[in-house]
């Protein structure tokens, strides 16, 4: 029996790990189309800010070990061009033809790049885009920087670029960041933004890459999923364009599952598909489509949506739904913004700010926002925990969590604001 | 309607505030034995550490703010001595008689002393105690300390000794810490105490402190309930010795509620009352104690029994049962003890310890513990919260977890526990 797994980085390799594990007798084989395996795409930001010396360092494992210790035959540089299922057959560049019993799709997203490009002009997502850009800061030195987008990768990558040293504006052409509209959330951001002397551009379409002055614009203006070799295969895709799964990770085509940025999930606050490619999901999500993949029966039961991102030194982190989203998606939401300390005054605390929103009828807890620092990881966690639990605001309320003062507040942010929504909802 | 409440420290003054907040009306009288109200006890050893001037800076409101702000009238150095419950009457040691319609009992728990001490020998539980010892280590000088007992503020204290340049011997009669008998735990803090040079016996009993040599003799040999002058009006106590309360704070008194160190609580997995005092839970109880007692229906469900210390700078804190614990509590526990980077290397992370414990039979999570850095925190209320809603091993394994470099990894250190601990039950 004989399985395919093509891409292999996150999801791809996650998947062919598992299903060795659960079966010893597969015969596993990973295409990955570039030259390079197992490397933390997120970390690709950091390499570029000077954290990590080389993308090296963001690689788990090499082909030599996935083949040694776990029996799974790599292949780099095989692009897979076409897919016929009826013949279980995937053809690569090179013309060569490979079958396969069962397959695993897991060939993640490409960055959307202008419509005209000039030699300034970068994106950031794979380790070509990261090895061309820090090849281009190191040969021609560039003072001024544009960055096209405020989402995850443009905030992380304007403060790569200011950490280096460049004079950096962000062009967005919506009003906030990040795709959510809470006023309090933009202050914030870009307070420290402009505190690191970043220029801040919202509500600006950045123009055509080869009428924009800066020395290097890098556009950051979004993804798309690698889905459309298998869809033209036959294999449903969903509203998003990435490719449809149930919560098996199977693809609407017999014996291929997807998993990682190529394919929806399923929201368990929304209750629908969604398409939001992150790199824990992908890890996840690999998982079970392997797992299954061997044989088994596991189920991924969807994501909260939870992500973080760290601003100039500020950490920035939701899960599950903003009000916005919420009332989209047919609940009825009140949400409490408030502003605490992380720890006590003589611990020097800084303040964390939290968002909480719940559903008016049912008192549901449908999300959550919070901007602060060391503590913003574990307070969105919590709430990405209470989510996957349905928790209400009732049973969020009273929420056995850790205190001593050189961690943390007798009154945890998270329950002030808690206590603020109960006060708004009685 | 007149409200009395005995204690004016967390759960006393949470109790008044939030009756207060629920109906304008009440007469409101907190009585508080001490001469300082509203201070939070949890900072003391950390006054005394050199991390807060004065413990002034402990206080969140004075007596006048109570007064002023919220109509609640604090009456300091009151001490109670006896409860006519059938006349609805307290009366205090100046012989004045107080009566009250509602009563709320928030007196807290004391130091167990050791029985024969001298002028060397201190306990850290109240304020008074903190400017005795403080005023001790101003006026004598201590070279040495023996700390009694490895329990939180054993542990705390031993820390804060240390900043204050004495050399530490620290004392347990036990084979570990914290009540907690798992040996990677019990290592981890040894190395730790170890490397700032404190000198630990374990499985050491103290001797009688005129025996000891230490210039300043600790005792930090745990606490006990102040519920006897309740008790001898009638109030029903649990095994602990604690006030014995229903899930609306009530006790079996008529129109008495007790809230804090003084009460037992319902523990959320074992779903057994315990006394297990904690500054948070006093705050929560207190509020629910507070609404109640002002004509509310409010419960408050229970506690994971979740704590957090810092131990010469190692965040340790466990929530719900570990595994001995569990099997007195009638589970077949399995457990799972993982080591993993709290960050990526890159980003200089150290390294957090979990232990998982999950049920075999049900595969309900039972609890964990965690040692490590910055993530501690925000892991033990990933799985306290967890615990509230009874979430499974596989449950848990899906939990949507931030990730950021600059933050955590890709697979969240409980994640990996939990994963090991599902290859352990499969």
């Given at each position: 029996m004989k399985l395919v797994v093509v891409g292999g980085i996150a999801a791809g390799l996650s998947a062919a790990s598992r299903a060795r594990r659960l079966d010893a007798s597969l015969d596993i084989l990973v295409l990955e189309k570039g030259s390079r395996i197992s490397y933390g795409a997120c970390g690709l930001p950091y390499y570029i800010e000077g954290q990590a010396e080389s993308i090296d360092e963001l690689t788990l494992h090499t082909p030599e070990f996935f083949r040694r210790e776990r029996r799974i035959e790599i292949r780099t540089g095989a692009e897979v061009v076409a897919v016929r299922h009826p013949q279980r057959e995937l053809q690569l560049a090179s013309g060569e033809r490979i079958r396969y019993d069962k397959l695993i799709w897991a060939t993640g997203a490409r960055a959307l790049r202008p419509s005209r490009a000039n030699d300034r002009t970068f994106v950031l997502r794979t380790d070509l885009d990261a090895e061309r850009l820090e090849a281009f800061l190191q040969a021609r030195g560039p003072k001024t920087a544009a960055v096209i987008g405020g989402g995850y990768i443009g905030l992380e990558m304007v403060t790569a670029l200011r950490a280096r040293g460049l004079a950096v504006t962000l062009y967005e052409s919506q009003g906030h960041y990040l795709h959510r509209d809470d006023d309090w959330l933009t202050a914030r951001i870009t307070e420290r933004l402009e505190r690191s002397r970043v220029k801040v551009r919202l509500r600006t379409p950045a123009g055509a890459p080869e009428q924009m002055g800066e020395d290097l614009i890098l556009w950051c203006a979004g993804a798309q999923p690698n889905a459309e070799l298998l869809a033209d295969a036959g294999a449903a895709t969903g509203r998003s364009g990435a490719l449809a799964v149930n919560d098996r990770c199977?693809?609407?085509?017999?014996?291929v599952w997807a998993a990682g940025d190529c394919a929806e999930t399923h929201h368990l606050v929304s209750g629908r598909p969604v398409w939001i490619p992150l790199g824990a999901t992908a890890n996840k999500t690999g998982r079970v489509a392997g797992a299954n993949a061997a044989g088994g029966r596991e189920r991924f039961p969807g994501i909260a949506g939870t992500s973080i991102v760290r601003v100039a030194g500020l950490a920035v982190a939701s899960t599950g739904l903003n009000s916005a989203q919420a009332r989209m998606d047919g609940f009825r939401p009140a949400s409490a913004v408030i502003e605490a300390q992380e720890r006590p005054r003589y611990f020097r605390g800084r303040k964390l700010q939290v968002e909480l929103v719940a559903d008016r009828g049912t008192r549901r807890i449908l999300g959550a926002t919070v901007a602060g620092d060391e503590g913003a990881r574990g307070a969105i966690n919590v709430v990405a925990t209470a989510l996957a639990s349905r928790l209400t605001l009732d049973d969020f309320l009273s929420l056995d969590l850790a205190y001593t003062p050189p961690y943390s507040t007798v009154m945890d942010p998270l329950l002030i604001a808690a206590q603020q929504l109960a006060r708004e909802l009685r």
């Open positions: 199977e693809t609407t085509l017999h014996g």
